[in-house]
């Protein structure tokens, strides 16, 4: 079992910034890969980035550029850092962990972008 607590999520004006964080806990030896998925309401969940354990990278398309990710492997913890932040980009943002059994999924982190 992986555990996964997030934060960082709030309310930010367009242009602006947040850094979301997930931590993961129990079984981190079994996780071959991190990232994050977002869900705005009516919408399916998407891939928002994702980090492997070798360090490569992957970003959905309306976030390039705009959105880095990176990783902590001391800490077990990953890190999503939001820049130039648009209101479409208003969802809840959920953490995950990829494992060789299965997925874990962090509660989720609002994320609003005022206009």
């Known amino acids: 079992q992986v555990q996964l607590v997030e934060s960082g999520g709030g309310l930010v004006q367009a242009g602006g910034s947040l850094r979301l964080s997930c931590a993961a806990s129990?079984?981190?030896?079994?996780?071959?890969?991190m990232g994050w998925f977002r869900q705005a309401p009516g919408n399916k969940r998407e891939l928002v980035a994702g980090i492997t354990n070798g360090g490569r990278r992957n970003f959905g398309g309306p976030v390039k550029g705009r959105f880095t990710i990176s990783r902590d492997n001391a800490k077990n913890t990953v890190y999503l850092q939001m820049d130039s932040l648009k209101p479409e980009d208003t969802a809840v943002y959920y953490c995950?962990?990829?494992?060789?059994?299965?997925?874990?999924w962090g509660q989720g982190t609002q994320v609003t972008v005022s206009s």
């Open positions: 129990g079984n981190i030896f079994s996780i071959t890969a």
């Open positions: 995950n962990a990829e494992t060789r059994t299965g997925d874990y």
